[in-house]
């Protein structure tokens, strides 16, 4: 067999903030790993295939290989990740047999890349002379270059492209490259452009982006959801809570502090918010709610934060074979103001719940209790659906 693909998924996903390896992290219910596989077991030849994980996930890689490659798992090899991603590409060549003559490189963070796109690049490869190729888009914004906050000079944009992965090369000059590599670049063609290598591009595809913050994981879900429509299994859970103002309590809204604002009142420390989303989490997985199944006056409970139940209330969902798709929570209340730390909040709910978290505000115009500045409600959608 003369063709691999080395699929590099040990990224930690810090940007992310979930929490776990990036590889590990669904999208719409199945796991960007998976899917990242996907297309490359689809391709009309035999490709081998070596995964390069995190040291601590190989396990979990092996069975995700397994599943996804079914009867061609003889063809894949999983290996584990160096200390950084120059590290685990080196990790990944080192396996590859010596009848391979053409490599592909592939982030798996990149999970929606299309299988025309793997095959462009090795059709590149198999016709270049030696060069290695790159998929790449043109940039379409105007670009600027900046000295500090001062906008230098605009950029011609039309020598300027984007470049995606699989990146393809030689086995053999891309082993060489790396071997002599004296920097860390950014990507394989930077490595094999510094040792001398020629470099070409092929079209890309808008799909191929990188799935590296939370709103390009939410776009990724929204991809897949355009494509396939509502996911076989998809479960729909509602949650509400309330909680009156306290003014000797710290206020935590939604997993954040809000300092010099009156806190909420509870057994817990009050987060209307994470309450909700707990709440929504159970329902959609028919797990009761959060008062029965964390007690409103266990002393274990006591003071906990709001990040408790909802971890808690995603270990249950995984418990029964479930993991959250996405969730939407509106905030009901005058006070405190939430539009200025959205962004923050629905990151912060994010890292917790493992999936897209969508946060809104709004008020009821002064009627209720609410509107009085008695307290404050949240209201939550989860979706959940099987693992």
Known sequence: MDRAVVVVAAGSGTRLGVGTAKAFVPVAGRLVLARALEPVFALPEPTLVVVVAPASLLDACHEVVASVAGAAAAYTAVVPGGADRHASVEAGLAVLPDSVTTVLVHDAARCLTPAA??????DAVATGDGAGFVPALPVTDTVKRVDGDVVAETVDRSALVGVQTPQGFPLAALRTAYSVSGQAETDDAGVFAAAGGT?????????AFKITTPWDLGRAESIVRSRTGAPDGVRIGLGLDVHAFDDASPCRVGLLDFPGEAGLSGHSDGDAVAHAVCDALLSAGGLGDIGGTFG???????GAAGDVF???AVGMLASVGLVPVSVTVQVVGNRPRIGARRAEMQDALAAVVGAPVAVSGTTTDGLGSTGRGEGLAAI?????RPL
Do not use: E, K, M
């Open 380 to 384: 939550a959608t989860a979706l959940v």
């Open 199 to 207: 470099v070409r591009v092929v079209p890309g595809d808008a799909d």
């Open 117 to 122: 796109q793997f095959t462009r690049v090795f």
């Open 310 to 312: 909802v971890r808690g």
């Open 296 to 302: 409103t006056s266990d002393p274990a409970y006591a």
